[in-house]
């Protein structure tokens, strides 16, 4: 499939391992975490996850009536450490530039914490660069569900607008991407997913290696 900007409005972007490398703060500060529980490492317990929820929300799912507390836990050493582990991926800075000067609305739909997300965004991006961010527990229900995307353009694009031709969903996922499909607008998959193997490529999905690859694309059209 040939991308073509010309009649897009708006494109939305998922947050972390798509805009943001933050895999090796999450990793680090989870590990911290349950080794000072005495529990073992997260890539003993994350395939245990529900692929469906939220990294945040998963705690409950992995530990029980323990979830919320170590949760809390994680947040604060997840803030200490992602200053100085933070980054984007190559062409990253460079695409979001092209979008805006293409009068492109860009907007963040990531089931991250609100608190962790605001922390960090401006660490990386000038957030004018964002008309909207909505974060996890804010739409009636997180992505893979279609409510997070509809909740994130309400009031941004006309409902007989929201199409594969105006809004694009931009992710590394099957919630990314699934979302996109229930919402009926166009799912882009870039790179790998963090915690998945990879699988076949879908049919409806569009698929890109990495960002440069997905900007040489657009910036043809």
């Not at 803030?79 to 695409?95: A, H, N, Q, W, Y």
């Not at 739909?109 to 000038?126: A, C, G, I, S």
């Not at 409902?159 to 499909?181: L, T, Y």
């Amino acid at each position: 499939m040939i991308l073509r900007v010309n009649k897009l409005k708006i494109i939305l972007f998922d947050w972390d391992n798509t805009l943001a490398e933050t895999r090796s703060a999450l990793v680090a500060s989870v590990n911290q975490v349950l080794s000072e529980n005495h529990l073992p490492e997260w890539d003993a317990v994350k395939d245990r996850r529900d692929r469906n929820l939220s990294f945040r929300d998963n705690f409950s799912v992995l530990f029980g009536a323990r979830g919320e507390e170590l949760y809390r836990s994680y947040k604060i050493i997840y803030l200490r450490k992602i200053r100085s582990l933070l980054s984007t991926f190559d062409c990253v800075p460079e695409t979001l530039a092209y979008l805006k000067s293409r009068g492109i609305k860009i907007a963040v739909m990531t089931n991250k914490d609100r608190e962790l997300f605001d922390y960090e965004m401006p660490l990386l991006f000038d957030p004018s660069l964002f008309i909207r961010t909505v974060c996890g527990h804010e739409a009636p229900r997180d992505k893979p569900f279609p409510e997070h995307a509809l909740y994130t353009l309400n009031g941004l694009i006309a409902e007989e607008d929201i199409s594969p031709e105006h809004v694009w969903i931009v992710g590394d996922s099957a919630q990314d991407s699934d979302c996109a499909k229930a919402a009926g607008v166009l799912p882009i998959r870039i790179g790998k997913p963090i915690w998945t193997p990879d699988l076949p490529d879908e049919p409806g999905i569009v698929y890109f290696n990495n960002f440069c690859a997905f900007l040489r694309e657009i910036s043809q059209s």
